[in-house]
């Protein structure tokens, strides 16, 4: 079966970074397009950041450009989601999720399989 799992969260004081990763088992990695999606306590599920199944193209939301960048290692399955300079409003849980021959994009529904999520907070 498809497992997405998320590690690399926790508790950073603001201006901080932490390294998000994403081991994927059970698809064709390389055939994927991965995306971080991020939610935080009231609001609703958003796009942080997506790597197309190719790995040669990258998106971000505004929010968090030049702060986070995306990265994927085909050989390990593996998707990164690099964050510098943390802010308070960064603080949810992150998701990763997989879209299959994708550009990385933020259109949440062509997204079909997710993981559990890690928590990031981010206190002031």
């Known amino acids: 079966q498809v497992q997405l799992v998320e590690s690399g969260g926790g508790l950073v004081q603001a201006g901080g970074s932490l390294n998000l990763s994403c081991a994927a088992s059970g698809i064709t990695f390389s055939r994927y397009a991965m995306g971080w999606f991020r939610q935080a306590p009231g609001k609703d599920r958003e796009f942080a950041a997506g790597?197309?199944?190719?790995?040669?193209?990258?998106s971000y939301v505004d929010s968090v450009k030049g702060r986070f960048t995306i990265s994927r290692d085909n050989a390990k399955n593996t998707v990164y989601l690099q964050m510098k300079n943390l802010k308070p409003e960064d603080t949810a849980v992150y998701y990763c999720?997989?879209?299959?021959?994708?550009?990385?994009?933020?259109?949440?529904?062509?997204?079909?399989?997710w993981g559990q999520g890690t928590q990031v907070t981010v206190s002031s």
């Open positions: 790597i197309s199944f190719s790995g040669g193209s990258t």
């Open positions: 999720a997989a879209d299959q021959y994708g550009n990385g994009d933020s259109r949440i529904y062509k997204y079909e399989y």
